[in-house]
């Protein structure tokens, strides 16, 4: 008789004699998304979680995942006009569709849809990751009290992401002047949400992280998950805190827990 060296199960073969095979199953939880808001960070999103995923496992492994990916046209057009409700009856639906899929917690795949995250959170049963919480925790860990922003123009002009980091975890948030916000705000939706990728834009974008660092910010946020295509860290002379990564980063550490 071979010796048996996993000892989790025996398979008899045809011809009497016995082995044993390893028999792997994944703890995993499953990471529920809300997508679409755009579909070009969306893919980011799904590819650095199965990414993460199969460095942390190995092999053949990856994330046990429910995405429910909205139309981001009609969202955006109600974004504009200031019909919030709209959005948030998408997103409620689109948490709801997550939910029943199977996910043990959600994501929305968007800094400025937390604008409406705690609405969310009320609709459903099951746990939610917020995004500045996840740069919070990476920002603190840095050592860093003072960082700029850069988003959409909702995301930095209005309070829910600036005064939730303020908040939760003591730090002094900088954003833009107006002109840079309009510019950073032209560029995340005429630009970035499209797939355009211009070097121009980044030139834009690498001036208004100087600004920033020059009134003090010792890092940068790109609280705009699209804005990771267009700058990098090595871009910069302080760190940049990618959200994208980051957020995706915290649900294959929740799905391991």
Known sequence: ??????????????????????????????????????????????????????????????AKSVMVSVDFGPVEALMQSGGWDGVLAELIQAARQVQAGGADFLLIATNTMHKMYAEVADAIEIPMIHIADAAG??????????????????????????????????????????????????????????????????????????GLVARGAQGVILGCTEIPLLVKAEDASVPLFDTTFIHAEAAVEEAGR
């Open 137 to 210: 925790v990476k920002i603190k860990e840095a050592g860093l009290s003072r960082v700029g922003l850069l988003g959409t123009a909702f995301t930095m002009a209005e309070d829910f992401y600036t005064g939730r980091l303020a908040e939760q975890f003591g730090l002094d948030v900088l954003v833009p002047d107006e002109a840079g916000q309009a510019e950073v705000n032209r560029i995340i939706f005429e630009e970035l949400v499209v797939g355009k990728i211009l070097p121009e834009s980044k030139t834009k974008y690498l001036e208004v992280i100087g």
């Open 1 to 62: 008789m071979v010796g048996c060296q996993c000892l989790e199960r025996w398979v008899e073969t045809e011809y009497g004699c016995l082995y044993c095979v390893e028999v792997k199953e994944s703890k995993m939880k499953t990471i529920g998304l809300i997508g679409g808001m755009s579909w070009e960070s969306s893919v980011e999103y799904y590819r650095i979680i199965n990414q993460l995923v199969r460095e942390k496992m190995g092999g053949l492994h990856s």
